[in-house]
């Protein structure tokens, strides 16, 4: 089939990249140039395992190609999707619709036969009908059907969820446009993918449903985590223990510093927003929100204990900076809350992470940027993991002890063990247990 992808970042490049490699003919569209060239040099504007080797490929076999001409990659689609971005509207939280209505008003003007058109970018309820009404006021004659097919791809794994996805989405209103999606994901029966049909505004909600029950639990847990360290228990068993239950599900409950992205905090604003647009109030979504935002403030909070209150004129090396592993997407990230406010506080900041110092340092200033975890971490009062990349798992801690001018670990991933830590001489500070400092037990009830 004809696929063509109305832009070519995060979730256009990759869609984009696994339909070529299904065998569909793809064009990517987008309006910077310099991407569009870059990517036909074979030069990735965002950090994906794998997504370079399958564009190139792709594009070597004449599947995939890229181009600014919109007009000229619509008029020949059988499928065209809009993956342009929709960022939180400032002001407000609402979702920017701006990219898709002007997507959709281009779209109309190029089509030339049938076309399915698809937003796949993450939309409110009733966008697919903006869409609709915009196609056929621009163009009365056309003939179109437009399909909601959220994206759930993971950064960092988005290829794989692709490819071997847990379900696919697919909101159509009409019969002719389902026989084309399904025509289009019909590859994925090998590997009998689920594919959900339901009407179009059940799919735009199913996506914004996913992400805010996804931050529920995440928050949950760092709740959790905060009364375990009063209590003496241990979230990680915790976490184990309730995960076990096929009703909870182990995933999304390692406690942390709070979610981050591109997808989670835009995504829960705009569902908030979306609910009080209707009348409803969606109250623990709104708690979820509040929380997180206050967590990664919270966190700059435990490394100032950790360093005996004050970090005043002292040296702290962070490690991870990109809001989870395998990207070096920098949005929302904890870190970058994390040391704004140890900045605030008279910290100085050493920084290393493997891929997203690039990314960060449009965002993070006055912040020294090391070469490796080591070099990071020469001459620091306080050693903070933010980020669990691989690279940080296996670390030499004896080494790191003598390289330190303090030994003092925060994990905020809960890499590590204690006992290990505490072999290399190290006072080690982790998520969700009580610190080992000779705090008394509270008296029983």
Not at 83 to 110: C, F, M, N, W
Not at 211 to 231: P, S
Not at 380 to 391: F, I, Q, Y
Request: proline share 4%.
């Amino acid at each position: 089939m004809r696929v063509t992808m109305i832009g070519s970042g995060y979730v256009g490049l990759v869609s984009g990249a696994c339909f070529a490699d299904f065998g569909h003919e793809v064009i990517c569209v987008d309006v910077n140039q310099q991407k569009v060239d870059d990517l036909k040099q074979g030069r990735i504007p965002i950090y994906e395992p794998g997504l370079d080797a399958l564009v190139v490929s792709n594009a070597a076999a004449g599947r995939i190609s890229f181009t600014t001409d919109l007009a000229s990659a619509v008029a020949d689609a059988d499928a065209v999707f809009i993956a342009v971005g929709t960022p939180s509207r400032r002001g407000d939280g609402h979702a920017d619709l701006s990219y898709v209505r002007a997507a959709a008003k281009e779209i109309a003007q190029a089509i030339r036969r049938y076309t399915v058109v698809v937003t796949k970018s993450t939309v409110p309820v009733g966008t697919g009908d903006v869409v609709e009404q915009i196609i056929r006021e621009t163009r009365p004659d056309a003939e179109f059907s437009v399909v909601s097919n959220p994206e759930f791809l993971r950064e960092g794994a988005a290829i794989e969820d692709f490819k071997r996805p847990d379900r696919v989405v697919i909101g159509a209103n009409d019969e002719r446009a389902k026989t084309v999606m399904a025509e289009l994901y019909r590859p994925l029966s090998l590997n009998a993918a689920p594919i959900l049909f339901t009407d179009r505004r059940t799919a735009e909600l199913t996506k914004y449903a996913a992400n805010a029950f996804l931050a529920t639990k995440i928050t949950f847990i760092n709740e959790i985590a905060d009364l375990c360290e009063e209590v003496g228990a241990d979230v990680q068993l915790v976490a184990r223990g309730i995960g076990m239950d096929k009703r909870i599900g182990s995933k999304f409950l390692n406690a942390g510093p709070g979610y981050g992205g591109s997808c989670f905090p835009k995504d829960t604003l705009a569902l908030i927003r979306s609910a009080q647009d209707y009348g409803v109030s969606l109250r623990v979504v709104e708690s979820v929100v509040a929380v997180n935002d206050a967590r990664k403030t919270a966190m700059a909070r435990k490394v100032v204990r950790a360093c005996g209150g004050s970090v005043q004129g002292k040296t702290v090396a962070v490690l991870g900076l990109t809001f989870k592993p395998n990207t070096d997407d920098m949005r929302d990230a904890p870190a970058i809350n994390i040391i704004d406010a140890l900045q605030r506080a008279g910290a100085k900041i050493r920084a290393h992470d493997p891929v997203g110092m690039d990314q960060a340092k449009a965002v993070l200033h006055n912040v020294t940027y090391t070469d490796s975890a080591y070099e990071c971490a020469t001459g620091a009062d306080v050693l903070v993991l933010v980020t669990e990349w691989d690279a940080y798992r296996a670390l030499d801690l004896k080494r790191l002890n003598q390289l330190m001018k303090a030994a003092v670990i925060v994990d905020l991933r809960n890499v590590y063990r204690e006992d290990e830590v505490a072999r290399a001489g190290f006072e080690y500070i982790r998520i969700g247990a009580m610190p080992k400092l000779g705090r008394a037990a509270a008296p029983a009830a």
